[in-house]
């Protein structure tokens, strides 16, 4: 049987390789794991922020990128097999292309929420929570 190691102790394995750290902001960072802490702040080496937008998505290179714990949501080790097959159903573009089109499905979203909080309201419902408190 395999041991575990309880917390942040089990990134261990995770050392010196290729991960996917998915952010609360909804940021999707790829990077090579360098360091971590006991409150599991990360330290990733040649960072690819990478945006998937409907069929298409964007990359963009941030280098040495340093991650607070707490904004972690998830992470996993990158498959070196299927990331060499890329993404068939896929387009890429470019970053300012893929920025412009994420940030426009974020003010659809709101305008969603705001929509859906408006017949809440109307139909005596109390108003929930504001962004501050999205993750």
Do not use: W
């Amino acid at each position: 049987m395999e041991s575990f190691l309880p917390g942040t102790a089990s990134l261990i394995d995770c050392v010196d390789k290729k991960l996917l750290v998915v952010l609360r902001d909804g940021r999707n960072l790829i990077g090579i794991l360098r360091s971590y802490d006991q409150f599991a702040n990360l330290v990733l080496q040649n960072t690819l922020e990478r945006i998937i937008v409907n069929d298409c998505y964007g990359e963009k290179e941030r280098g040495v990128f340093i991650i607070r714990g707490e904004n972690v949501v998830l992470l996993g080790e990158v498959d070196k097999d299927k990331e060499q097959d890329g993404y068939p159903n896929l387009n890429k573009v470019s970053y300012e292309k893929i920025k412009e089109l994420h940030e426009q499905e974020i003010k659809d979203k709101k305008a969603r929420e705001l929509q859906k909080q408006k017949i809440l309201l109307e139909r005596g419902f109390s108003e929930e929570f504001g962004d501050y408190d999205l993750y």
